[in-house]
T-cell receptor, first 110, second 116 residues
Framework: EDQVTQSPEALRLQEGESSSLNCSYT??????LFWYRQDPGKGPEFLFT???AGEEKEKERLKATLTKKESFLHITAPKPEDSATYLC???????????FGKGTLLTVNP | GAVVSQHPSRVICKSGTSVKIECRSL??????MFWYRQFPKKSLMLMAT?????????EQGVEKDKFLINHASLTLSTLTVTSAHPEDSSFYIC????????????FGQGTRLTVV
């Protein structure tokens, strides 16, 4: 059974204070690891897909990296508008179902 | 691109009535759509996988007679909550995977269902 564990559950940062979110996973035959952003009362917004260990992707202040056991979402010089819940998910095996972690609630104070 | 539209965004219904939620992929075709339920401060729980032209596959513990799923076309899937009860109140979210493209799934805006 695929499993995803995200840490920390919540993270408070000051504007400009860089940090990282962690996603540990176990999956049989990784098809992809996904990062999403979710704002309150909204559906998840797609950020990145990572397919193999060593892969990195960047978008504005966000950078996602992947190893065989975990993924990190690095946030550089965050702004208050980066405040959201960040979800990590994996897809494995012969289907395209996503298994989600519980998310990290990020709050960036001005 | 890759826009998924879910309607309605909010619905309040009386106990015992049925509610239909629509999920449309606006700019791509989706052979597979997924329906999730999310409880407050919890992650997304997959309810069922919907494949165009065939019966949906439900996750263990999800009542297929309570949550009816229809995927009649490559751009539309519907979830009907039948004989709704207050415990069915939740945030329901659909996602769609573009046909023939990678493994990404894109999500709708979600539907907040309140059963009174």
């Amino acid at each position: 059974e695929d499993q995803v564990t995200q840490s920390p559950e919540a993270l408070r940062l000051q504007e400009g204070e860089s940090s990282s979110l962690n996603c540990s996973y176990t999956v049989s035959g990784l098809r992809g690891l996904f990062w999403y952003r979710q704002d309150p009362g909204k559906g998840p917004e797609f950020l990145f897909t990572l397919y193999s260990a060593g892969e990195e992707k960047e978008k504005e202040r966000l950078k996602a990296t992947l190893t065989k056991k975990e993924s990190f979402l690095h946030i550089t010089a965050p702004k208050p508008e980066d405040s959201a819940t960040y979800l990590c998910a994996v897809s494995g095996g012969s289907n395209y179902k996503l298994t989600f972690g519980k998310g990290t609630l990020l709050t960036v104070n001005p | 691109g890759a826009v998924v539209s879910q309607h309605p965004s909010r619905v309040i219904c009386k106990s015992g009535t049925s509610v239909k939620i629509e999920c449309r992929s606006l700019d791509f075709q989706a052979t597979t759509m997924f329906w999730y339920r999310q409880f407050p401060k919890k992650s997304l729980m997959l309810m069922a996988t919907s494949n165009e032209g065939s019966k949906a596959t439900y996750e263990q513990g999800v009542e297929k007679d309570k949550f009816l799923i229809n995927h009649a076309s490559l751009t539309l899937s519907t979830l009907t909550v039948t004989s709704a009860h207050p415990e069915d109140s939740s945030f329901y979210i659909c996602s769609a995977r573009p046909q023939g493209l990678g493994t990404e799934a894109f999500f709708g805006q979600g539907t907040r269902l309140t059963v009174v």
